[in-house]
């Protein structure tokens, strides 16, 4: 599987390769972030995920694939603390906002900056159709939360303002993450060795923080335990197809359009509240996730 992935590198075919890896991490994503967003305490939630992602990567990282050498440890301590802190401000962001109201905010915020470190960063070259798509995308989306952010009855104002600003901060470090693990996964040898140690080791955190919660009393299981747990065993398998789909991507593809497409995302996490949870589209929200697939073909067209 190494060589196939290292042989479609830096080919035509190795790019429609990455482009569909995106779009697979796009739906999964949608069905990850509503996940975090139940009836269950997010912190909590976010821990019985990473206690599965923990307990499914070990036997693939210590047995199967080979271990991290030198500086390569380096890298995937780095990309723990990226990825605490992506994970502690979406937490602090769902604990106080809506799923309709955060999510976009988030996935509008990081295509642009994303794009940007990709060409400072990585050397990538984008054309002005290229960053135009993306301001496009990154607009709709933006737009998408706004108009969300109407249709949402406001109880608190102020845990509304604060979830916004934790959405905003989390949609930045989805941007760092992003050429982080692109930068990470490409100087790795072999990118399921980066894959597996960084599934294996950035979840070992909210479980650790999940336990100090319950045992200080500022988290408590809301339900049954078993539905904590399966909940999180769901949202590990679609963790591995979401996060591996879209590194893989950006190892063989060009970061920027890989990012951009993978914010799609927001139209299918639109399209769940539709279908599963009853929400309303409405002419404005349809208009906008028009222009977000508008801007996405503009990157792949640029």
């Not at 401000?89 to 955060?102: G, I």
């Not at 934790?166 to 894959?195: C, E, H, K, N, S």
Request: proline share 3%.
């Amino acid at each position: 599987m190494s060589e196939t992935v290292r042989a479609l590198e830096g080919t035509a075919a190795g790019q429609d390769v990455a482009l569909l890896l995106a779009l697979i991490s796009a739906v999964a994503h949608a069905c990850f972030g509503a996940l975090q967003k139940g009836r269950h305490d997010p912190w909590l939630t976010r821990g019985a995920i990473d206690l599965w992602i923990f307990f499914l990567a070990a036997p693939v990282a210590v047995f199967v694939v080979p271990w991290p050498v030198g500086f390569e440890w380096a890298v995937l301590a780095g990309a723990l603390g990226i990825h605490f802190a992506y994970k502690l401000t979406m937490a602090l962001a769902y604990e106080r906002a809506a799923y309709t109201v955060v999510y976009p905010v988030v996935r509008g915020t990081g295509p642009l900056i994303t794009l940007a470190f990709a060409a400072v960063f990585l050397g990538e070259h984008y054309g002005p159709l290229q960053w135009g798509g993306v301001a496009l995308l990154s607009g709709a989306i933006l737009g998408l939360a706004g108009a969300n952010l109407r249709a949402v009855q406001v109880v608190d104002a102020a845990a509304l303002k604060m979830g916004l600003a934790w959405a905003f901060v989390a949609g930045l470090l989805v941007a760092i993450y992003t050429t982080y693990d692109a930068w990470g996964i490409r100087l790795t040898p072999d990118p399921f060795t980066f894959l597996a140690w960084f599934f294996f080791i950035t979840a070992l955190d909210f479980p650790l923080l999940m336990g100090v919660r319950l045992l200080r009393g500022t988290a408590q299981v809301t339900g049954e335990v078993r539905a904590l747990l399966l909940r999180g065993l769901i949202g590990a398998l679609v963790a591995f197809v979401s996060f591996g789909g879209i590194m893989l991507g950006t190892r063989i593809g060009k970061v920027g359009e890989v990012a951009a497409l993978r914010e799609t995302s927001t139209v299918f996490a639109a399209l769940i509240g539709w279908a599963v949870l009853g929400e309303q589209v409405g002419r404005l929200r349809a208009a906008l996730m028009g222009l977000v697939a508008l801007g996405a073909v503009l990157v792949q067209a640029g």
